[in-house]
């Protein structure tokens, strides 16, 4: 009898969940895993974009910076898609068209992945350090192993000529 009272319980907090518009903490932490699945799988997803997301109920909000904008529109688009999501609210900006950006980005993916230290994370479908250019300003998104990965790469990306500034926002890999 008290597995059915907690059964019903949670059955009505899940409806009452829904009619508020709010997800299940179930339904959220699917959602999540599913947009970040789905973004991950991208065909031109790569190591020049960053791609960000966050779920609020079956609201799901994209931010970032990608080099093409059919990228953009293809993420919004497969997020949709995804059962569950009532709305994409697409914030992702799309860089703009600068040879010189170009340059800086070629010489500096060679500059972080060429170290021996680091090219093993080249070896990813999708390498975890991501490299932003603007205007050439140089900014480094993503995720390492170690304190003096994430410092090897900031060096490494403060050595290409031409950039004019370098934010080293990688993320040191919580060990459980």
Excluded: W
Excluded at 152 to 174: C, D, M, T
């Amino acid at each position: 009898m008290k597995r059915h009272s907690a059964l019903l319980a949670a059955l009505c907090l899940g409806i009452s969940a829904l009619a508020s518009g709010q997800a299940t903490p179930g339904a959220q932490e699917r959602l999540v895993k599913e947009v970040r699945h789905e973004l991950v799988l991208l065909p031109y997803y790569g190591v020049f974009d960053n791609l960000a997301y966050q779920v609020d109920g079956f609201k799901v909000t994209l931010r970032g910076q990608v080099t093409r904008p059919t990228l953009k529109a293809d993420a919004e688009a497969v997020v949709k898609r995804i059962e569950g999501v009532e709305r994409v609210d697409n914030q992702i900006e799309v860089l703009p068209l600068s040879p010189n950006d170009d340059r800086i980005r070629l010489a500096t993916y060679r500059s972080i992945y060429g170290d021996a230290n680091l090219n093993r994370y080249a070896l990813q479908a999708v390498p975890p350090i991501h490299i932003i250019v603007k205007n050439g300003n140089v900014r480094l998104e993503g995720m390492v192993s170690t304190e003096t990965d994430k410092n090897i790469a900031g060096i490494r990306a403060n050595e290409v000529p031409g950039a004019f500034s370098v934010e080293n926002h990688l993320q040191v890999e919580k060990r459980g």
